[in-house]
């Protein structure tokens, strides 16, 4: 197949399924129903899927939840990473890296 002028080859991007996003945000909703979760962004790259949550749209997010296909025979593909970097839990399986935010109470510290 050839390539018309004006059209790029784009790397494949990671996706979140909708199981995966359906998880994602009844968590989400949770949350913001908490008042403690305002927005999200979710960002498909070619290495990695994101779902960003924020305590407000003009800050830094709170926490990324990450799926890494590459690291999933290694670490776990899935991770929970806060907004200073530190990866909070990781794993092979969604709902067990999303118990991190039923362990704690996790607060924003100002």
Same mark, same amino acid.
């Given at each position: *197949? #050839?390539e018309?002028?004006g059209q790029?080859? #784009?790397?494949?991007?990671?996706h979140?399924? #909708?199981r995966?996003l359906?998880?994602?945000?009844?968590?989400y909703?949770?949350f913001?129903?908490s008042?403690d979760? &305002?927005?999200?962004?979710?960002?498909d790259l070619?290495?990695?899927a994101?779902?960003?949550?924020? #305590?407000?749209?003009?800050? *830094?997010?709170?926490?990324?939840?990450?799926k890494?296909?590459?690291?999933r025979?290694?670490?776990?593909q899935w991770?929970?990473?806060s *907004?200073g970097?530190q990866?909070?839990k990781r794993?092979?399986e969604l709902e067990?890296?999303?118990?991190v935010?039923?362990?704690? &109470?996790?607060?924003?510290?100002?």
């Amino acid at each position: *197949m #050839r390539e018309t002028q004006g059209q790029a080859r #784009r790397a494949p991007t990671v996706h979140f399924d #909708r199981r995966e996003l359906d998880r994602l945000l009844q968590l989400y909703g949770f949350f913001v129903a908490s008042g403690d979760w &305002k927005d999200y962004a979710i960002d498909d790259l070619p290495d990695r899927a994101v779902f960003s949550v924020f #305590r407000r749209a003009a800050e *830094m997010p709170l926490y990324r939840i990450e799926k890494n296909p590459k690291l999933r025979g290694r670490q776990g593909q899935w991770s929970v990473v806060s *907004m200073g970097g530190q990866i909070l839990k990781r794993g092979q399986e969604l709902e067990n890296v999303l118990k991190v935010f039923d362990s704690k &109470k996790l607060k924003l510290v100002t």
